[in-house]
């Protein structure tokens, strides 16, 4: 869905400041009360996420303006669209919003370049801050112009929905789980494309999503909310590690890295890896990409083991040197997580209550990780 309109600049009251998104929503439905503050950055991907209920899509209807909050506020990198102790609040069909839901609800009637025309077309040129041209090399839909929406795939369908999206040159773009229609290899085939938007446009992006891993391909800051509150909000790989959020005591506990390609082992199919700022390196079996490509790689805690020396003629491919950061006991578990560092990165092991006595781990000491399995999430 997308919002065609004249834009009327003077309902946007422009204000200095750097780039970032301000907001905070204050909404009472029966039953359930939304109250949130966010400070986001204002470039890059930020997730919403959270079980269902917890507020993630009544968050995004303020952001668009669907819903007007009793006591709300909303800067988008400079320009205040809603301040309601001043008497502001910009409509939603004033906004420059790009709106993306879990169905592409592509005009039927139309073909797909009459569905990217719609709104394109609404928009003063002065105004356009994507071109139609770039939108569909974005998206990869240059074949599909001429098609009608029945005859597109569903990861098809959504690509268009989201180039319509970009072509209303919107100031923020909304992402209502714009993949929870899709079967696993639609979401595959989507996926590298959100990438793509994340790495060559600065419209910063709020993403919906209650996939973990999901959020850990493509987010740069996440947002974790329940029963209609924020429980934490940061980057996303130090909000990933927090100890005081329930997910990290769940089997699905995971550490998000960077690394940069060092090379590629063609005979065992291994690609190696420098993890960011130290000089270990890493391997997992993965198709040849480019020597000097930036990627970011998953480890779960639960394939993360510790050991106090270095483990010789192990089945296990990936040995790293850490230090123990802390450690999270929780009681009535037979587990603990471990957070450790590992040159610039941070780690999390899952060991058992026992090995932990065991080993004597505790903050400062140095020992050795093993890596059992790690998975490649994107590639930029």
Known sequence: MIWPFTRRQSAVTHISGKGEIRAQFKVEHAGFTLDVALDLPGRGVSALFGHSGSGKTSCLRCF????????GY???NGERWQ????GIFVPAHQRAVGYVFQDANLFAHLSVRGNL???FKRIPAAQRRVALDQAVELLGIGHLLERMPGHLSGGEQQRVGIARALLTSPRLLLMDEPLASLDLKRKREVLPYLERLHAELEIPIIYVSHSPDEVARLADHLVVLDEGKVTASGPLKETLLRADLPF???DDAEAVVDGVVCGHDAAYGLLAL?????ASTVQLPHAALPVGQAVRIKIMARDVSL???????????NLLPAQVLDCIRVAEQAHVLVRVQVGGEQLLARITRYSFDRLNIQPGLSLWVQVKSMSLLSSN
């Open 248 to 250: 990290v005591f769940e």
């Open 64 to 71: 668009a303006g669907l819903d007007q909050p009793s006591q």
């Open 307 to 317: 050991s106090l020396q270095q483990a010789e003629q192990s089945s296990v491919l």
């Open 74 to 76: 909303l800067e988008i």
């Open 117 to 119: 025309l719609y709104g």
């Open 83 to 86: 301040d309601s102790a001043r």
């Open 274 to 278: 420098h993890l960011s700022g130290s």
